[in-house]
């Protein structure tokens, strides 16, 4: 009996060493630990059931009562049987995978115990099948894969062999040989697989522990970094807030270099290649784009791939994580290496959770950027119902025409109550027809006309199939006041041109005019920031910027063209199946 018992030690330590493997084995670890489908359910069949098939091949050859601890028993004589592990390989695959996946395994090992022959080949094949199915009962029943109860999975093994020596004592025969086998092995194999099986769900339960303590670990380093980096990314995406955002994150994890850009360019670059990783440049790398393009994090373990073009640059390998607002990857996060093997899959995972919480921080600021763009809009339209100079300006055009030209005097007056009762309702609306849009240009623009005969001429090229189309409101009139208030300096008479027109799914509208041009260092700000100006700040261009980005997930936005002397373009472009 100690001779066997010694023996099955040795077969459990070829268990234990299966176990370790497949419990740092990824894809096995989501099928066993995780709602099994039927594909999972399948291949835990197979691997427990040949983890079966393994334990029959190494049993320990039992004949007329000596033992025999040869490997590999290819074929089992008349007068013999084997004293194996196969149970602890159908035990555990009912425990974890339930009756189907313990039938399964257990059809498997069982029907191959019956092909190796000997007098015990039936008994102990039918053993197998039966300890299949009611572990996996008992196991679902106590529920040992959530707990993992020790004294429960043994007991479970315990029973199991039990049941095999009983099956084996019923079917077996000459009974004489089966009672002498019985009495031989029955205790070295009840405890010694018994053992095997506590050992097994010991591994398992560590392996998972191990596994929940580093996404533990992980996820309390990405929020302590996102905690400090709040209040940077909720200003949105510039190069003050991603200079200290990418400090920090540096700072927190240890990387070489960090490098924050958005859809064009460089805001930030923290760390080794700083000297020539310059902030403002343009996105020098494919790796990037496809990142931008794609959405997805992407891994570089090589200097090619990184494609830096200064030959002495020390950052060998990267990854690129995508920042997204709603849906829409706006710019990325890249975490510089020295090495490429320094990113092992702690780093992978932690740079895919700082992924996910920088890009709810960035909707987070552009939802309060919304929330304030619309409440602007929403004030400044209500402050052009009281706006002084238009209003009184407007009053007294019409009060000199009541004398000289009554009919264009109520004209004018009922184009001021539409332009006011234009403001009340688009204050209140995210989007309204464009045709409601065209009538609050044709208001103001009448009213202007009356103060400014002969200034300016305005058209309009509209297809009239896109009126019914939605668009912001307040929109279109800053532009055509821009054109009016600046554009129109100098002497010559002023044009402006007011197109719409559908270009594949979207909609354009256009405002030219041939007025005086935008300054070159003006123009490249222009809707991108606030800015300081003698004749304007160009908040209302900006709002009309982000308001578009918002409501249209950045599918929606405003171009601009000018030359000096020669006039300016404003190009609106929005979604039409929005």
């Not at 176990?19 to 989501?30: D, G, N, T, V």
């Not at 208001?443 to 939605?470: C, G, H, S, W």
């Amino acid at each position: 009996m100690i001779e066997l018992s010694i023996y099955m030690l040795e077969r459990i330590g070829i268990i234990v060493i299966f176990a370790f493997l497949i419990s740092k084995w990824r894809p096995f670890q989501s099928r066993l630990y995780r709602e099994q489908n039927t594909s999972s359910k399948l291949i835990l069949i197979v691997v427990f059931g040949l983890l079966g098939v393994i334990s029959n091949y190494l049993g320990i050859r039992i004949d007329n009562g000596d033992i025999s601890a040869k490997i590999m028993s290819v074929q089992v004589e008349e007068s013999a049987a084997i004293a194996n592990t196969r149970l602890v390989g159908v035990a555990i695959a009912g425990i974890f995978g339930g009756p189907a996946v313990g039938i399964g395994a257990g059809l498997i090992a069982g029907i191959h115990r019956i092909f190796l022959d000997g007098y015990t080949a039936i008994a102990c094949g039918i053993s197998t099948i039966l300890a299949g199915v009611i572990t996996g009962l008992l196991g679902r029943k106590l529920h040992v894969e959530k707990t993992f109860s020790y004294r429960h999975a043994m007991g479970i093994g315990i029973f199991a062999e039990c049941l095999q020596m009983l099956v084996i004592l019923l079917i077996a025969r000459p009974f004489d040989m089966a009672l002498n086998l019985v009495q031989i092995i029955a205790v070295p194999m009840i405890f010694m697989n018994a053992f095997g099986i506590f050992l097994f769900c010991l591994i398992i339960k560590t392996s998972i522990a191990e596994e929940q303590r580093t996404k533990a670990t992980q996820t309390h380093e990405a929020f302590q970094i996102a905690q400090k980096t709040v209040i940077h990314f909720r200003q949105g995406l510039n190069e003050e807030s991603c200079y200290q955002a990418a400090s920090i994150i540096k700072e927190a994890t240890g990387v070489v270099a960090v490098a924050i850009t958005d859809q064009h360019g460089i805001l930030a670059h923290v760390g080794e290649g700083a000297d020539h990783h310059l902030t403002n440049q343009k996105i020098m790398t494919k790796l990037t784009y496809d990142v931008l393009k794609h959405g997805k994090i992407i891994k570089a373990t090589k200097k090619g791939e990184i494609n830096c073009p200064h030959k002495d640059c020390k950052l060998q390998a990267a990854l690129v994580l995508p920042l997204q607002v709603h849906q829409q990857t706006v710019g990325t996060l890249k975490m510089y290496f020295t090495d490429g093997a320094h990113i092992t899959a702690v780093e992978e995972e932690l740079a895919e959770g700082l992924s996910k919480l920088f890009s709810t921080q960035l909707e987070y600021a552009e939802v309060e950027k919304q929330r304030k763009l619309l409440k602007d809009a929403e004030i400044k339209a209500l402050q052009a119902q009281i706006h002084p100079h238009f209003f009184f300006n407007s009053i007294n055009a019409i009060s000199s025409l009541i004398r000289t030209d009554q009919e264009k005097a109520r004209h004018l007056l009922l184009q001021l109550a539409s332009f006011f009762r234009s403001n009340m309702q688009g204050a209140r609306q995210m989007r309204i027809p464009l045709e409601k849009e065209i009538g609050h240009i044709e208001a103001y623009l009448t009213i202007e006309q009356a103060r400014f005969p002969n200034k300016y001429t305005v058209m309009f090229d509209i297809d009239e199939r896109l009126l019914e189309v939605l668009v912001p409101p307040f929109t279109l009139q800053p532009l055509v006041e821009n054109a009016i208030q600046h554009g129109f300096k100098n002497a010559k008479k002023g044009q402006i041109t007011i197109t719409a027109r559908k270009n594949a799914e979207m909609l354009e509208i256009i405002v030219a005019d041939n007025g005086c041009g935008i300054e070159k260092s003006k123009l490249i700000l222009l809707g991108d920031q606030v800015i300081d100006s003698p004749n304007g700040t160009g908040t209302a261009l900006w709002n009309i910027s982000e308001r578009l980005k918002e409501i249209y997930n950045y599918r929606g936005k405003i171009e601009f063209k000018s030359k000096e002397n020669k006039g300016t373009t404003v190009k609106v472009i929005v979604p039409i199946d929005d």
